[in-house]
């Protein structure tokens, strides 16, 4: 997932801010990792990663979301985020501040 943030009313185009799958496959694409990977392999290279689950930069660790997937092997990088997509989704939803919050970050200011 990625958001792009509001203009400062400069003409530059703003950088997205990546959260949730995306940010972990940015993680994944800069890691020394080859697939097919284990968990185990995953959560040694980037286990204790903080990864923004939220536009408000909230975060958790991908080890702690690698836990929630009963997954053991990843043939790929698609498969592991595919795995990750539920999980970051239910943590999304569980700590994030309610349905106000949920709206007020679509807002653009």
């Known amino acids: 997932m990625g958001v792009r943030p509001p203009s400062g009313g400069d003409d530059d185009e703003p950088e997205s801010i990546e959260f ?29 990663e903080q990864i923004p689950y939220d536009v408000h930069g909230n975060d958790v660790s991908l080890g702690e979301m690698l836990a929630e997937v009963d997954t053991e092997e990843f043939h790929s990088r698609q498969e592991l985020l595919n795995a990750l997509h539920e999980p970051f989704e239910e943590y999304r939803q569980k700590h994030s501040g309610g349905v106000f919050q949920q709206v007020r970050s679509m807002l653009p200011f």
Do not use: M, N, Q, Y
Request: hydrophobic share 50%; charged share 30%; no cysteine.
């Open 20 to 48: 949730g799958i995306a940010a972990v496959d940015a993680r994944l694409k800069s890691a020394d990792l080859t697939f097919p990977a284990t968990k185990d392999d995953i959560a040694a290279e980037l286990g204790h």
